[in-house]
């Protein structure tokens, strides 16, 4: 007999009657029930989350800010939360909340502490405190929903902390503009403020300039005086010696007519004496009107260098007050000068008349030696004159004493004013070495507001909105997946379909028999014996694999990216694991059995249907890559999700070698099952 009649008689015989074909039936039905029913009740458990009850409580007081705004944080937390309709959101107290969760009412609750909106606050005062969230869980409720609560509490701190980020980052934003509109206000007043330093500085120059001028001039003035004051000085002398001279000559004219015996040769003597004393009052008068156009010339000039004075002054920036200064120190002088001018010049009227009187002398006393008969008379006159000039000479001598303390006065005054005026230079070149540096420093202010302003950003208000928002939350996620499941229930599906078909396979055995005992006693080769015996449950395995496929894809709604291929891909897993079931009972019979069913736990475990295989025990790690279930797992994966088909093709090399195997052993165990045996007789165990 060749292999697919012992495949088919073994299905006739497994159809041989109506409850033999309700069995049959089953047994397809198997891993349609397993599998279908688990994507069913898990296909989109996430989605259905709105239905899980869960608490939400606000404590929160609330918070004053420090702009009189009032902050309530939790209200608007518990709020979002419930308009989420992310759970079933119950906003209730604390009490109802702690008494939900312990009873099972809610799967948990989320508390926003009373001082919440007072910690998220605390940042802007600079003394910070972390909010606090509280979630309520309770294991004995689920353990899944105190995972769930722990997401929810993620997701709700990263909102809050973002919304906190964001408000701060916005008033940050605001502090630059505020900062910077200052700044352009200081670079306004600053560049003011140099403007005028330099003004300042331009006018101290000026001032500096003028107040050298009134040194000089000054000091030429006091020169002046000094020589003023010694021309005084020698016709204060020749007044005193003129007044001398007058005295003597009144006393000898007194002698002179007392004794006029020897007038004749007396009057030649006389003659003499009276030549000589014109000409010395000659001397003397030249001196006088030296004296009084010396003075003259010296008051025009200071009053020609009083308005070219003023005139410079004024020109340099001085203030009328500090004009009106000068110009009284000024009036001093000038009554000085003309105190002095008026003597002088009465001075020199005086030693005038006294030159013209000494000659009238001279000519009488040559007039009285030629006419003697008339010396009588005429030495009275003489001796008349004689007594005015020596009067006059007196009054001379005083005024020009009086003239000399005025010119010591002009002296000391012009000195004081020259001495005032050499500081005031120096001053005023002090304050414009001050005004330079003061002009620098401005110019060095101006410019570094300019570039202090120019490096503090000025967003517009949409700009700061635009800022605030990324830097509140700077990282956005953007899903890019290379396959996709859909859905929790599709990520179950490639471990639950390759479970269901190993959960299939397992059953078939418990009614199909391994191996045909009329062909094992008649002379069949050992190899057809194991192939007939695998075809049969092969065959009822592929449409275990078909009616599975049906209902995953059409009746649970998974979607299959490559639907034919993935159908083919079952049915070659189907099988490999028919083969794997078939060489273990083939072998070892009941205890075949039994282990197929510890293989699938070990798989089951091992095979990273859920978690990444990486996360599985060391051991487990190492079985994974052993276990056929794991490429069954792998190769699904790919057709479903529509990611690259190339390892598939590795998987579909794995599950060969697996099924090439297992054929291998059921033909060992098909020859070794030609000799009978009292334990294949009578076995210790039969299942």
């Keep these: 007999m060749n292999p697919v009649r012992l495949a088919v008689a073994e299905l006739r015989r497994l159809t041989a009657s109506r409850l033999a074909r309700l069995a049959l039936a089953a047994l397809v039905l198997v891993p349609t029930l397993y599998g279908g029913l688990y994507l069913y009740a898990n296909h989109d458990p996430y989605g259905a989350f709105p239905q899980v009850p869960a608490a939400v409580v606000s404590d929160d007081a609330g918070t004053a800010l420090s702009t009189g705004e009032r902050l309530q944080v939790g209200g608007q937390v518990a709020d979002h939360l419930v308009e989420s309709k992310t759970f079933d959101w119950h906003r209730v107290s604390r009490d109802d909340a702690m008494h939900g969760v312990d009873d099972g009412t809610y799967a948990f609750a989320v508390i926003l502490p009373k001082t919440f909106s007072a910690d998220l606050a605390s940042t802007a005062e600079f003394t910070p405190r972390q909010a606090t969230l509280l979630l309520e869980t309770n294991d004995a409720n689920n353990y899944m929903t105190s995972m769930i609560g722990n997401q929810v509490i993620k997701q709700v701190t990263a909102t809050v902390a973002g919304e906190v980020s964001q408000t701060a980052a916005s008033r ?5 503009s505020d900062v910077h509109d200052q700044l352009a206000k200081a670079v306004d007043g600053s560049e003011k403020l140099r403007a005028g330093a330099v003004k300042a500085d331009d006018g101290a120059h000026r001032l500096a300039t003028g107040a050298h001028s009134l040194a000089t001039g000054l000091g030429e003035l006091a020169s002046g005086a000094r020589t003023l004051d010694a021309g005084i000085a020698r016709a204060a002398s020749g007044a005193d010696d003129l007044r001398a001279g007058a005295a003597r000559l009144a006393s000898g004219l007194s002698t002179l007519q007392s004794r006029t015996a020897d007038l004749p040769a007396q009057t030649d003597r006389l003659a003499d004496g009276a030549a000589q004393v014109a000409a010395g009052n000659r001397q003397i008068a030249g001196y006088g009107t030296q004296a009084a156009q010396a003075s003259t010339r010296l008051r025009s000039r200071i009053a020609a260098d009083r308005a070219g004075l003023l005139s410079t ?30 003597t002088i010049q009465s001075a020199s009227g005086g030693l005038t008349r006294l030159s013209k009187g000494a000659d009238q002398v001279a000519t009488g006393a040559r007039a009285l030696a030629n006419a003697t008969p008339a010396l009588t008379d005429a030495i009275a006159r003489a001796h008349s004159g004689a007594v005015r000039v020596r009067d006059g000479a ?3 001598a005083t005024g020009l004493d009086r003239l ?4 010591d006065r002009l002296v000391d005054g012009a000195s004081s004013a020259a001495t005032g005026a050499g500081s005031l230079a120096s001053g005023s070149t002090s304050l414009a070495t001050g005004l330079d540096s003061l002009a620098k420093g401005t110019t060095d202010l101006h410019a570094g ?5 120019d490096a503090v950003p000025d967003p517009t208000a949409a700009q700061r909105k635009a800022m605030a928002q990324t830097i509140g939350n700077p990282v956005g996620v953007q899903n890019d997946s290379l396959s996709s499941a859909g859905s929790y229930g599709a990520g179950l599906a490639p471990l639950f379909m390759s479970l269901a078909l190993w959960i299939g396979a397992y059953v078939l055995f418990l009614f199909v028999r391994p191996l045909s005992q009329r062909a094992l006693a008649t002379s069949q080769r050992s190899f057809r014996t194991a192939l007939g015996g695998w075809l049969a449950p092969a065959a009822v395995g592929i449409v275990q694999a078909a009616a599975l496929v049906l209902v995953v894809g059409r009746g649970v709604d998974i979607q299959i990216a ?9 049915c070659f897993t189907s099988m490999t694991f028919v083969a794997i079931l078939h ?12 282990l197929g069913l510890v293989f699938m736990v070990v798989q089951l475990v091992s095979a990273g249907g859920t978690f990444p295989w990486q996360t599985l025990p060391a051991p487990l790690q190492a079985v994974h890559h052993v276990v056929p279930m794991s490429y069954a797992v792998d190769g699904l994966r790919r057709l479903l999700y529509g990611a690259d088909l190339a390892p598939v093709l590795g998987a579909v090399g794995v599950l060969t070698a697996y099924l090439l195997g297992a054929l291998v052993v059921s033909t060992v165990a098909a020859r070794r099952s030609r000799m009978w045996t009292p334990k294949r007789i009578k076995p210790e165990l039969a299942l």
């Design 583 to 594: 060489a273990l009972a083939s072998r070892f019979g009941a205890v075949g059995k039994f």
């Design 562 to 570: 490559h639907p034919v291929l993935a159908f083919l891909f079952l």
């Design 404 to 407: 000399e303390g005025g010119a």
């Design 394 to 396: 007196g009054t001379l």
């Design 313 to 342: 002054l004024r020109a340099q920036g001085l203030t009328d007050a500090q004009l009106a200064v000068v110009e009284s120190r000024l009036d001093v002088v000038d009554g000085y000068v003309d105190s002095a001018d008026a």
């Design 449 to 453: 507001l300019v570039k202090g302003r």
């Design 172 to 176: 940050l934003l605001l502090g630059f």
